[in-house]
């Protein structure tokens, strides 16, 4: 350590031990601060109040949390040694002349804190030009594009951002294509053309998609070109041909087919069409959330009683539920009765729409034990009246059909 940073040597005591005691204060596990001096051992002769302290200080007004503050330090330490004045505020000032929100300059530097080492005229510049050039020129475009992925600034045009976008035009990808991908994913500039684009281009051309499919997909679904072969694609693609009996060009019209779960979504909600002998297009049955495919389908009706009975008067909210069984429940049949008393007006409908039915949907679906349990103050409104809501739910099956019993706990 000593040989990386000679000026340790001459580092009083004092300084040094004041520092490590300052970086525990802002949330840096002790445990972790050899690795930080390791990383950076100037960090122990920087004087607190000229340079750690307006750092971090300055890192704080963007609104960002104590604990992220603390890992991008961990990560890359070197950022307590630039300036503010000479350093941050003219790169916070550069992103923002490039459409970043001023909310979001935290995040994009927090979560790549390397941003405040790289040169903006030699470096940041050149990528901002190259963007310009793909035609990302609107206002706020290129902004937008940072705040989605910051770590694309660290990548060198020649090398590997412009062989990315030439591949990209190689395969089929049209001016607009290429800026749809760009601003919808960019991590895909940032990627190997050989060693990760290349493979996954080849694969899918393997399973029998021409060049203008294999363009229509990378367009409408970006990741498919950074999407492991084995655990991702191949899965899926047997799964669309083998098990559910499509033709593969059905997911041209529905790229996002490739961003569903196997298992979670993919086989589930199969399986629910299949029992019912139901046809539909691929964004038909994807293209929803749990919810609205189950009554859709008429896989979950919606009678009153099945997600909640309300009754408004100017001070009270009563709602209940009344589930027992799949043929109860469907029926609005009667025997179990949850009260959810709510003392307020002005919120009631929020927590019906937000909270209560979500979470009876969620439970239908889900087939798992679920408690949530919501307890609100609502001194200023109410006079100290506490609304405290609870749904206690055991349920067996998600599978509607089946005559198999929810059972209640308590």
Known sequence: MFRKCKCLQGTQGDRASGNWAYLKTIGIQERKLPSIISKCPK?????LNEKLIPMVECLATLGSKPREIASAITRFPHILSHSVEEKLCPLLAFFQALGVPEKQLGKILLLNPRLISYSIDSKLTQIVDFLAALGLTKDGMIGKVLVKHPFIMGYSVDKRLHPTSEFLKSVGLTELDLQTVVMNFPEVLCRDVNKILKPNFAYLRRCGFNDRQIAALVTGYPPILI????NSLEPRIKFLVEVMGRQIDEV????NFFQHGL?????????LLKQRKLDCSL???LGCNQKKFLM????LKDPPEIFVRS???LGDLYLYTELNSCEDAINGNSSFVIPFVLKFTELGHKFVNDLIDPALSMLISSGTLAKRCLQKDMDVMYHNFIVFLTIVFEMATIELTNKKSWKSCT
């Open 43 to 47: 960090v122990l002769t920087l004087g």
């Open 227 to 230: 999407k492991s072969i084995r």
């Open 252 to 255: 041209v019209d529905y790229p």
């Open 263 to 271: 298992k979670k979504t993919l086989e589930s909600r199969h399986k």
């Open 283 to 285: 964004s038909e049955m």
């Open 296 to 299: 859709k389908y008429a896989l």
């Open 311 to 313: 009754f408004m008067t």
